[in-house]
């Protein structure tokens, strides 16, 4: 089985300051790697993924993630957040072959201050 | 492209009656629904996964005679909550999944399910 670790429930950060959440994973098999981002009330979207290939994926919004393996990490990172990024990010794992299920981490609230 | 919508967006219904909850994908087929529960300030639980034209496969504690779920056709899957009581009270949301070579799901904007 599969175990996603988001170490910090909260991290409150100021505007155009850079941020980091963490996340760690636990398989004994390889894995695909998602961030997903939920704002209020709404459902997930897929911020970045990680299939195969270069080990630093990037999102179209300035939010890049880079896979380590040894660390079993997918750690993501902004080096300016706007308000406008206030919101829950989780972190979750894909087995392939598997029925494409998600397991989430717990999430990561980020809030940005001004 | 890859939207999912659900329908209703909130619910409010009394103890004892039964909810359903529509999940579909409005521009692509969707060999595979799921449908996950969300509790308030904590993630996503799976439920339960859904395969067109055949039977859900219901996670671990999830009562699958209570949360019924149907993927009927490749754009559409309820999901109801029968006799529902005041600690079924949840935010459900459903995501949906193209073909059988991807491994990305895309999310509907949620149901927000209130039971009094």
């Known amino acids: 089985a599969q175990s996603v670790t988001q170490l910090d429930s909260q991290v409150p950060v100021f505007e155009e300051a850079p941020v980091e959440l963490r996340c760690n994973y636990s398989?004994?098999?390889?894995?695909?790697l998602f961030w997903y981002v939920q704002y209020p009330n709404q459902g997930l979207q897929l911020l970045l993924k990680y299939l195969s290939g270069s080990t630093l994926v990037e999102s179209i919004n300035g939010f890049e993630a880079e896979f380590n393996k040894s660390q079993t990490s997918f750690h993501l990172r902004k080096p300016s957040v706007h308000i406008s990024d206030t919101a829950e990010y989780f972190c979750?794992?894909?087995?392939?072959?598997?029925?494409?299920?998600?397991?989430f981490g717990s999430g990561t609230q980020l809030t940005v201050l001004p | 492209g890859a939207v999912v919508s659900q329908h209703p967006s909130w619910v409010i219904c009394k103890s004892g009656t039964s909810v359903k909850i529509e999940c579909r994908s409005l521009d692509f087929q969707a060999t595979t629904m799921f449908w996950y529960r969300q509790f308030p300030k904590q993630s996503l639980m799976l439920m339960a996964t859904?395969?067109?034209?055949?039977?859900?496969?219901?996670e671990q504690g999830v009562e699958k005679d209570k949360f019924l779920i149907n993927h009927a056709s490749l754009t559409l899957s309820t999901l109801t909550v029968t006799s529902a009581h005041p600690e079924d009270s949840s935010f459900y949301i459903c995501s949906a999944s193209p073909g059988t070579d991807s491994y990305e799901q895309y999310f509907g904007p949620g149901t927000r399910l209130t039971v009094t």
């Open positions: 979750a794992v894909s087995v392939p072959g598997s029925a494409r299920q998600l397991t």
């Open positions: 859904s395969n067109e034209g055949s039977k859900a496969t219901y």
């Open positions: 398989s004994s098999v390889s894995v695909y």
